[in-house]
């Protein structure tokens, strides 16, 4: 075990300097698997899926304690979105300026990952297993990423105990929010077909924008919930509405739309995808759903009570423990043990000139270190 913990900021810098666009492969897992295996991670590399949305490289690696010893796994990725145009400086050169860390993933969520790997230097080896979860395609398709590593994880018989990811949660300050549960998601592609025609003669034709228009009218009327004790209410919106008639005085023989659910702990993604196509029926359209993820709640109890306690010994700050925002792969994991996420502050993630105070890095390595320890006690 290493006495001293290496440098947050150059594993860091070292993982930032990778071009690692969704889905990511190759240099950042060759970067990752040199940072861990001196760490004395026995690290496994590996490629799931086929196109159009694979092959997709994914890493599992594991410190193993004594028999006997709890598991404890840290969790995330390290593809990142594509940087667009306009950066202070080159997106995948890391530079330090005053006090930030510039440089994609610098937030989401490679500057996490490097606090993991900090972190872990400083648990003993003695305290119990721990393990590393990371995938190269958080940010796209996720069909082959983390799913993938969760069947080698059950094939080896490799089950943590408890699970953290480290996706950036806090919002004002480091510390302010970690995730207990996250609101499910599906998409639906909605189609009604009718029959074309001269405008001028509507009795010849059937105009499928009128069915389609009444069936969004019902679905936006339609009340899923009221929320729960942890969840807000659950919630429909229309992404898309497309017809593509480029002319005035015909009726066109289809209209279709899009639908996005977000959806809490009340519901099932099969649920809620029966429901908007036995409504898409009703109106004499299609429906397809898919579904990205279910909901899911960590109850408040010993796990969320052990990472509140490690944020607050060191930024002072009871965490506001939440459901809100989008999905991540924690959705995935909660199949496998209880799971929560915390990282770093959230304000420039997904945007030109990513950047992440070097405080808050240094913090977020003994929040984690906190965790770990406490987690395998």
Request: include cysteine; hydrophobic fraction near 45%; charged fraction near 20%.
């Amino acid at each position: 075990m290493h006495t001293t913990s290496p440098s947050v900021v150059d594993l860091a810098e070292a993982l930032i300097a990778c071009p690692s666009v969704t889905p990511a492969a190759g240099l950042v897992f060759d970067c990752l698997q040199g940072q861990l295996e001196p760490l004395g991670f026995a690290v496994h590399r590996f490629h799931s899926g086929e196109a159009p949305d694979g092959p997709v490289e994914n890493l599992f690696a594991v410190r193993q304690g004594p028999p006997g010893t709890r598991h404890f796994a840290f969790a995330g990725h390290v593809d990142v979105v594509p940087p667009g145009e306009g950066w202070t400086s080159a997106p995948f050169a890391p530079e330090l300026r005053g006090s930030l860390l510039y440089g994609r993933g610098a937030v989401d969520m490679k500057g996490a990952i490097a606090a993991m790997l900090a972190a872990v230097a400083q648990v003993a080896m003695e305290a119990g297993t721990i393990s590393f979860i990371i995938t190269g395609d958080e940010e796209g398709p996720a069909r082959f990423g983390t799913v993938a590593v969760i069947e080698h994880m059950r094939a080896v018989g490799a089950i943590p105990d408890l699970c953290l990811v480290g996706e950036p949660t806090s919002v004002a300050r480091l510390g302010d929010m970690m995730k207990i549960g996250r609101r499910g998601s599906v998409n639906v592609w909605l189609e009604v077909a009718g029959k074309e025609g001269h405008v001028a003669y509507p009795h010849l034709a059937d105009n499928p924008i009128t069915r389609l228009i009444a069936l969004l009218t019902e679905l936006k009327a339609y009340t899923l919930d009221k929320g729960t004790d942890w969840f807000q209410p659950s919630n429909l919106e229309i992404t898309d509405v497309t017809v593509g008639n480029p002319a005035t005085n015909v009726i066109p023989p289809r209209a279709s739309a899009r639908l996005s659910i977000r959806f809490n702990d009340r519901h099932s993604g099969a649920k809620l995808s029966k429901l908007v196509c036995d409504l898409a029926e009703k109106h004499g359209g299609t429906a397809r759903p898919v579904v990205s993820g279910e909901a899911f709640l960590t109850p408040p109890g010993a796990f969320s009570a052990l990472v509140a306690a490690a944020v607050e010994a060191e930024t002072g700050i009871a965490p506001e423990a939440s459901t809100t925002g989008g999905t991540s792969d924690a959705r995935f994991l909660k199949d496998l043990c209880p799971v929560i996420e915390f990282g770093l502050c959230n304000a420039t993630m997904h945007k030109r000139d990513e950047a992440v105070a070097v405080a808050d890095l240094e913090a977020l390595v003994r929040i984690y270190a906190r965790i770990a320890k406490a987690a395998l006690a």
